[in-house]
């Protein structure tokens, strides 16, 4: 099992997990030859802080603000962390709405906090796409499907909470 596969199946909740495309990776540069490289990109998954480090490195921003300004625009963000489906898309076909980069974190099991919590560990993914746009979608392990925003969807599939 990879360590992206541990992530993605809750089992690193004291690691973030980083993707970058090759394409933004070769435009601006930097970051450390230590992940894995998937079909499209480039997947590191490292201990928070390291992470948030190769995160400023490689995007030149703070990955806990990147988080906060992503976090009020909902949209897919691939269960695998390696794309995502941009919500401005829609209104801008003429556009490039590749994912440039996400930023992602997992949450144990947490029955008092209710909602998607109280159903499983909650991996949090927020995705910046090339027109400048930033987006979020969070999911349950094990109810990938079940949750979260669905391809070609808006809205979480649990409703708000
Ligand atoms: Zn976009």
């Not at 435009?27 to 590191?44: H, N």
């Not at 906060?68 to 691939?78: D, F, P, Q």
């Not at 209104?91 to 709405?97: C, L, R, S, V």
């Not at 746009?133 to 949750?147: F, I, L, M, P, R």
């Amino acid at each position: 099992m990879s360590k992206l596969d541990e992530f993605l199946a809750g089992e690193r909740h004291d690691d973030v997990a980083l993707f970058l495309t090759e394409a933004y990776l070769d435009s601006q540069g930097k970051l450390p030859k230590m992940g894995e490289t998937v079909e499209s990109g480039y997947v590191l998954v490292v201990p928070g802080d390291d992470g948030r480090r190769a995160f400023a490195s490689g995007t030149g921003m703070d990955a806990m603000e990147f988080a906060r300004g992503a976090m009020n625009e909902r949209g897919h963000v691939s269960r695998t962390l390696d794309g995502g489906e941009c919500p401005e898309a829609d209104a801008d076909d003429a556009g490039d709405h590749e994912v440039e980069f996400i930023f992602a974190f997992s949450e144990a099991q947490n029955e008092e906090v209710g909602g998607l919590y109280e159903r499983g560990e909650v991996v949090h993914a927020y995705a910046h796409c090339a027109c400048g746009a930033s987006y979020s979608d969070k999911w349950v392990v094990g109810e990938e499907t079940e949750t979260g925003v669905q391809p070609g969807g808006s809205e979480p599939v649990e409703g708000s909470e």
